[in-house]
């Protein structure tokens, strides 16, 4: 069966844990939190699509009052910044990425997994807004594991009618990808934080193989905030792998990608290799 890599949470109940634990003054704090939309997600759903994309969206939702503040407080954590940066730098290296085209073949951009591909959206939006020449070169392409998710970006590309297909598909699985089908870029956020260096390595050589030449692969790594680390472990048993920069360009390296840089966004790290 499928593995949902970011569904890290093993307790049935956290209050149960908590109280086994003998940590029962942390009760308070758990059911304060559960009052913030963010932390209602991460505690509920562990890391899930739309505990990624309220951080991008960076828009406080809780209820009453004061999950409104918490959710507005939680969301200017530093942790919450870096990972909001990644989705502002893959709409950037898209534009990048339209820039340098000289050709005049579709471009088709994938995302993997595609989560509720905010940053396709809206650049497909402004690219059309702005009757951009390229608009209508460029196939947008996302696989998801989750059937759900799949049918919800679906059902919302119906309305927009931008050049987009949403399939379900494990990422590790190479007919996943299309046969026959190669892409000009990858984009994969958040997806390497919960997979060991094992398990990143091979999807990389996936990315890899899936790329056409001179393709990009954008993705990101994590380095630890301590507040957030904590309150992810004990309320919501949510588990991350942080890397270094050094860490991810040695993954890449592995995997054939010869041409890599970096850059940072304070935790955020983002990698951007080049298939030769």
Do not use: C
């Not at 497909?124 to 996302?142: M, N, Q, S, T, V």
Request: aromatic share 12%.
């Amino acid at each position: 069966m499928p593995k949902f890599h970011n569904k890290t949470r093993q307790s049935s109940s956290i209050p149960r844990k908590l109280l086994k634990e003998g940590k029962f003054y942390l009760l308070p704090i758990y059911y304060l939190l559960l009052t913030s939309e963010l932390a209602r997600e991460g505690i509920k759903n562990s890391g899930s699509y739309r505990f990624a994309d309220h951080i991008y969206a960076n828009k406080p939702k809780g209820k009453f009052i004061i999950g409104y503040l918490l959710d507005s407080i939680l969301l200017k954590l530093k942790s919450s910044r870096s990972l909001r940066s990644r989705y502002i730098h893959a709409k950037e290296e898209i534009y990048n990425l339209i820039a340098a085209t000289s050709h005049k073949d579709p471009i088709d951009i994938l995302a993997v997994p595609s989560g509720l591909a905010r940053e396709f959206f809206e650049v497909a939006h402004e690219l059309k807004i702005a009757d951009h020449p390229f608009y209508k070169r460029i196939r947008w392409h996302g696989i998801d594991l989750d059937h759900e998710l799949v049918e919800m970006v679906a059902r919302k590309n119906d309305h927009h009618k931008h050049q987009m297909f949403f399939w379900q598909g494990d990422a590790f699985h190479e007919e996943t990808y299309r046969k026959n089908k190669k892409y000009d870029m990858i984009v994969s956020t958040g997806f390497v934080d919960f997979l060991n260096d094992q398990d990143t390595l091979r999807f990389y050589k996936i990315v890899h193989t899936n790329l056409k030449k001179g393709g990009i692969f954008f993705t990101s790594g994590m380095r630890p905030h301590k507040l957030s680390e904590y309150l992810m472990k004990t309320f919501a048993e949510l588990h991350t792998q942080y890397r270094s920069e050094e860490s991810l360009k040695k993954l890449a390296r592995q995997a054939n990608f010869d041409n890599v840089r970096t850059y940072q966004n304070e935790l955020q790290t983002i990698l951007i290799g080049v298939k030769e």
